[in-house]
């Protein structure tokens, strides 16, 4: 069982032991790892942190998965690049501690910004640098109004995941349970919308959870 050095700030009881729950929900997470680019190793180091809900440092981590001490290193590295973790001090202990963000939607947007930042981005760039390019054959020039329309298509889904990011949890979680209703709600939209208004200049009530938290009380 792995032990915590008692000390400031420093939650002293002993840790739980790992039951076959935890253990179930841990090695899930092992498994779908490299569905979401990441090994088996970073996906169990994450579950555990996670599924305890408090800081652990890298040899209680190796102890409880029984990894290796150089696995841990590489795996809680890789969970930082992907903001998924964050280092505590704790006074009178020179160990470095980790734990996931406490807000589980601060987990969710993490992951969508960092899969974007990851294989969106790239797409993006390598589709623009194609598009700048002057087509000298038919080919070409098919090829390139094929490539205009998904590099609008990502444009498009990257603004609205920004729109989606400034929202609030509550805002978030209010929308995703809408489901349906959105359709409808854009459906009436469109048929009051003015001809000729083009788009307005953002103002200060132009932020997401304005438009959204009065459409969703009504």
Sequence with gaps: MPTQTPGENLD????PPLTPLTLRFISHFGEMGSRW??????????????????????????EYLAFSRSNVSMGLKELQSWRLVKLLHHSGD?????????????????????????????TLSMLRDALLENPSNDVDKVAQ???????????????WFDDVQRLSPETLASLMKMGSKVKKLLDVRDKFRIPGTGNKSKTSTDHPDVHLNADLKE
């Design 94 to 122: 020179r160990r470095e501690y980790f734990e996931p963000p406490k807000d589980i939607w601060d987990i969710f947007k993490a992951l969508l910004e960092e899969r974007r930042r990851r294989e969106i981005e790239p």
């Design 37 to 62: 680019g990441i090994n088996r190793t970073v996906g169990q180091i994450y579950a555990l942190l996670y599924v305890l809900g408090r800081p652990l440092n890298a040899d209680q981590i190796a």
């Design 12 to 15: 002293p009881s002993p840790l």
């Design 145 to 159: 109004k094929r490539m205009r329309e998904m590099y609008n298509l990502i444009e498009l889904s990257s603004s």
